[in-house]
């Protein structure tokens, strides 16, 4: 049974950091390209970072360059997302997704709020 859990997400003020993990079960994990999106209520989703099977190529979003680093770790079927310098408008439900082919596994998500 594939799984896919977020976590690490929570309140932050301006200024500071998040990290969040996906861990991946059910599924061979290294031979997927991982990704970060986040969505906020009444936008769409945005598609964040990606990390290709080995983690040697990333690609960001405008938004998030110099800023957010995803990395993974295929020993632990776990990718992550560092946010730093986070601003008020990386308030979001932030969700990862694994993709190879056709085949696409989405988590539930995990809230990360950036407030005084």
């Known amino acids: 049974q594939v799984q896919i859990v977020e976590s690490g997400g929570g309140l932050v003020q301006p200024g500071g950091s998040l990290r969040l993990s996906c861990a991946a079960s059910?599924?061979?994990?290294?031979?997927?390209?991982m990704s970060w999106y986040r969505q906020a209520p009444g936008k769409e989703r945005e598609l964040v970072a990606t990390?290709?099977?080995?983690?040697?190529?990333?690609t960001y979003a405008d938004s998030v360059k110099g800023r957010f680093t995803i990395s993974r770790d295929n020993a632990k079927n776990t990718v992550y997302l560092q946010m730093n310098s986070l601003k008020a408008g990386d308030t979001c439900g932030y969700c990862c997704?694994?993709?190879?082919?056709?085949?696409?596994?989405w988590g539930q998500g995990s809230q990360g709020t950036v407030a005084s």
């Open positions: 997704r694994a993709s190879r082919g056709v085949r696409n596994y």
């Open positions: 990390i290709t099977k080995t983690g040697e190529t990333t």
């Open positions: 059910g599924f061979t994990f290294s031979i997927y390209l």
